[in-house]
Nanobody, 124 residues
Framework: QVQLVESGGGLVQAGGSLRLSCAAS????????MGWFRQAPGKEREFVAV????????FYADSVKGRFTISRDNAKNAVYLQMNSLKPEDTAVYYC?????????????????WGQGTQVTVSS
């Protein structure tokens, strides 16, 4: 079992930055690929970014490429999402998720564990 707790969300103006954190506890964190997803009101949950267990492979949604950076610190059992140049359309609840495999999945159904989410609101 893995427990995930997100933090770092908040209200920011368009063009601003936020850094989300996801703290993991439970089984060996370094065995898991970690992903970030988001869900806006009335919309389906969508993929944002994923990082492999080693940190050597990352993928991003086209909508955030060049603005967001995913990283991890296996010594601290944490994964981060640095979000720059935020836009109102980035407003959503952001979730981190863990997948116990060597894959770097982009589908939410591939993930085994989820956090409770943190709200990000970007004002225009």
């Amino acid at each position: 079992q893995v427990q995930l707790v997100e933090s770092g969300g908040g209200l920011v103006q368009a063009g601003g930055s936020l850094r989300l954190s996801c703290a993991a506890s439970g089984r060996t964190f370094s065995n898991y690929a970690m992903g970030w997803f988001r869900q806006a009101p009335g919309k389906e949950r969508e993929f944002v970014a994923v990082i492999s267990w080693s940190g050597g492979i990352t993928f991003y949604a086209d909508s955030v490429k060049g603005r967001f950076t995913i990283s991890r610190d296996n010594a601290k059992n944490a994964v981060y999402l640095q979000m720059n140049s935020l836009k109102p359309e980035d407003t959503a609840v952001y979730y981190c998720a863990a997948d116990q495999s060597i894959r770097v999945p982009k589908e939410s159904s591939e993930y085994d564990y989820w956090g409770q989410g943190t709200q990000v609101t970007v004002s225009s």
